[in-house]
């Protein structure tokens, strides 16, 4: 159902009031942050580019950052220092870095000389997805227990292909931990090994982060986290010099950006992705025209906000001629708080990019019933229900992208002044060149 506006919008009941009061109470509990890149001029920056990339019959994808924090005293989306990103590209030749001198992580304490640098490249018939993040120095801080001070983290991976096939590395080094007692000297300890963490009593619980590579005949992955470290006092886990590269075959015609998000939610300008319980991203060459589903069972995202039956359905297939895919999401059942509740909530993406770069897109919604504070709502309405200074409702809101489109099921607009943004079955699908 497409939007439109009510002509003569009524005045609030006592029960919209109080499903709307419920609404606010619900956004209030909503925190986030979000890390934001280091300006640039994006236009400078792709032309730059663009005069020494090397197509190639891959795809490559190779992201990953210095430290992030989640749980205890964080707040949901805490920053990510020093993240660098390669997103689904066949051009070799792409190289983007970051670095942080210095930077407070909530619940950890400070971090020192943060790098990161992605890469894909080919050189000398070998097509390759590197990742490279290292910490210099991370300081807890001080507390009645004493401090805890780790040098020199750094994971590096590898996917890459040449004449024997695909291949994968990854690995992780630390250069040293001391724990300096109150009052007492620095002492050095061991780093911990694969299946053994090491424990300081009430401060915190050093891990060594996994390492996977994985290879087949159509791909390979590799990914790293040089620590994880579990601080006692905040109840905080922060995972130290993460780095993933990947490589794929099968670029014909088509690289594919797509996913579909059943539950998500932006306050204050700032992007939550609630609960995360299902973001279904769309491989870089698609799914060889495979239907790849994902599921959740019914899950409480925050304080009475429930979700049953997200699903996500993504599709993708191409050839020398074109690249066809599609994006879907859904939620059988939205509850918030028992005042909103919207059922069968349905939205669906397709897009079709010849090779020759002529395009096609279009995208759907649609949704069951409705109730806002025990009422029925009318159908003919929820293109755009406006209850005036305290909530909108709205259907179907397409927007064109670069390539491709997205589509929001229902968006839940809180207009108290909390500036609470709730999406609900959100697909998204473009297809570029390279």
């Known amino acids: 159902m497409s939007p439109t506006t009510p002509r003569h919008p009524s005045r609030p009941t006592r029960a919209l009031r109080t499903a709307t009061g419920t609404l606010t109470a619900l956004a209030l509990g909503l925190t986030a942050s979000v890390a934001l890149a280091p300006a640039a001029s994006a236009a400078a920056r792709e032309s730059a580019e663009r005069a ?40 070799a030749g792409k190289a983007h870095r970051n670095f942080v001198a210095e930077s407070e992580v909530p619940g950890l304490g400070t971090v020192r000389g943060v790098y990161s640098r992605v890469t894909t490249s080919q050189k000398k018939g070998v097509a390759t997805s590197a990742s490279v993040h290292r910490v210099a120095e991370i300081v807890l801080a001080d507390t009645p227990l004493g401090s805890l001070t780790i040098d020199g983290v750094e994971s590096t991976t590898s996917a890459f292909h040449d004449a024997d096939g695909f291949h994968a590395t990854a690995q992780s080094d630390i250069a040293g931990i001391s724990y300096t007692p109150p009052g007492g000297e620095p002492q050095s300890l061991d780093i911990p090994s694969a299946d053994q963490p090491i424990t300081i009593p009430g401060l915190a619980v050093i891990e060594l982060g996994r390492t996977i590579e994985k290879e087949t005949k159509d791909d390979a992955r590799a990914y790293a986290v040089g620590l994880v470290i579990k601080v006692i006092p905040t109840e905080t886990t922060v995972k130290v010099a993460r780095s993933v590269s990947k490589i794929e075959k099968g670029y014909k015609s088509g690289i594919f950006h797509g996913s579909g998000v059943p539950a998500k939610a932006k306050v204050l300008g700032e992007l939550v992705e609630v609960g995360k319980v299902i973001n279904q991203v769309m491989p870089c060459t698609g799914t060889d025209g495979e239907l790849d589903p994902m599921d959740a069972a019914d899950v409480n995202l925050a304080d009475e906000i429930t979700v049953e039956g997200a699903s996500a359905r993504q599709k993708g297939k191409q050839t020398k001629r074109k690249a066809v895919g599609m994006e879907a999401s859904s939620v059988a059942e939205l509850d918030l708080g028992g005042q909103l509740v919207v059922e069968a909530i349905k939205s669906k993406v397709k897009v079709k990019r010849m090779a020759n770069g002529k395009l096609k897109r279009n995208a759907r919604a649609s949704f069951g019933a409705i109730t806002l504070g025990g009422e029925p709502q009318s159908l003919d309405q929820l293109g755009e229900l406006a209850i005036p200074g305290l909530a909108k409702i709205q259907t179907g809101l397409k927007k064109k992208i670069k390539g491709g489109i997205r589509i929001v099921g229902v968006r839940v607009t809180l207009l108290d002044g909390t500036g609470a943004v709730l999406d609900f079955a959100t697909s998204k699908l473009s297809i570029s060149e390279s």
Do not use: Q
């Open 52 to 91: 020494k990339l090397t197509r190639t019959p891959f795809a490559f994808r190779a992201n990953g950052y210095g430290t992030s924090a989640s749980g205890g005293m964080v707040p949901v989306g805490s920053d990510r220092t020093a993240l660098s990103s390669i997103a689904c590209t066949s051009d």
